[in-house]
């Protein structure tokens, strides 16, 4: 077995493994990232259509405005020009009888930009656009305590669908803009999520800065916005990657880390990053969980997960004239053209169901029927092209549970001497995003480099 030696291992490949990871390098410590696919990215990636050749993300991923952390790495990468963010908040929204409506925000101070957006959006009735203003207060208390703060102080037994009622939404504007807002953030139905994380969501989206709520869309696959990059970046700076590689930790005398096994390396480290998902946390030990993780362990062995399905269509021409549209009142929830994302050939386009638990164990062709009724019903133009092929992705467990009750969620530092954890189902707060998941990587990198120091 090969032996090597690091200043750090970090244990999973996706954003939180390798913001941890670049954060780490760019202290000057030699890092080796861990992953056992073949591929980097974790539920963030990208793999190549066989009949197309087209390369074709795992799933549809939005950024924001508000994710300071995300674009911390991204630009750190110099990739930040991949994922540019529209100048203010502004998305399409279509049901099922065809009927579309633009939500615009302008550019004034929060929150009076959403408020001004949601009056002049005529895709729903006056009264139902003014339930919008009962939020107000909220928002101001957001600026004034900040996101985390106002979360905090909601009833840990209320759902997303408890909630926006007791403060004056309307049934309307709930499904065609709170609710589709709290799937795409939190994967999970409104009637199930708890509501802390989507109010810690809106306070993020609509808090100090009116360019925190804009959307940004990766023009080109994920894994060439970040993972890539990573990569590179990291064996710039004497560090390295092994992929199809399953690492186990290694405890010394001491019951501090001391070794990770990955695959047939065999790495000297004093400290491990462990940024693999939640249902995957008792598989990395030489042998059996550290009595100081029983708990941790158990408590991620209970988390519950939420699942998407992606229908990829391919049609024979252009169906879209907005890069993205919300789709209200059915299963599939968002549809974007990849085409006009990656300015590709006319005629890809992905649609996305969050929160997926209904439809994730239909078989292919019910999926791809149903993407493309709901699609057609929401764009007419679309029955005016032929549709070519199609190729569903399910990710069963792409993020965990946020119900209440769900088990508490671990911080950072451990029991373990040396053993630090990352990924979005960590303690950030946040609900399972792409700025979750690199917060928790900032987290571990600077609680490494602050033990060094």
Known sequence: METLRADDVVIGAGFAGLSAAVRLAD???????????PRLGGRATAFVDRESGERVDNGQH???????ETYAFLERLGTTHLAPLQ???????????????KLRCPPWRPPWHLMAGVLTWRALPLADRLSAIRLAPLLRQVRRDGPA???????????????????????????????????????????????A???????????????DAAIGLASVPLDELYAEPARRFLEARGGAVLTRSAARVRLGSAGKVSHVEAGSALIETTSVVAAMPWHAFGRIWERDVPPALADTASRAAAMESSPIVTVNLWFDGAVMREPFVGLVGGPMHWVFDKSTIFGAAAGHLSIVSSGAAAIARLENAELTSLAHRQLTDAMPEARARQLLRSVVVREHRATFSLSPGAPARPATRTAVGGL????????????????????????????????KA
């Open 27 to 37: 202290a000057g410590r030699r890092v080796i990232v861990v992953e056992e696919a």
């Open 62 to 68: 939005v950024l924001f405005g508000c994710y300071r």
């Open 87 to 101: 100048p203010n908040l502004s998305v399409a929204m279509a049901d099922g009888s065809g009927r579309h409506g």
């Open 149 to 195: 703060a106002v979360a905090a102080r909601v009833a840990a037994s209320d759902t997303v669908s408890s909630w926006l009622p007791s403060h004056g939404q309307s049934r309307r504007l709930c499904e065609w803009l709170w609710h589709p807002l709290a799937v795409a953030a939190l994967n999970q139905d409104p009637a199930a999520a708890a509501a």
């Open 197 to 211: 994380p989507f109010v810690r969501v809106l306070g993020e989206l609509f808090g100090p800065r009116r360019e």
């Open 420 to 451: 630090f954890l990352a990924g979005d189902w960590t303690d950030t707060g946040l609900p399972a995003t792409i700025e979750g998941a690199v917060l928790s990587g900032h987290r571990a990198a600077r609680a490494i480099l602050d033990v």
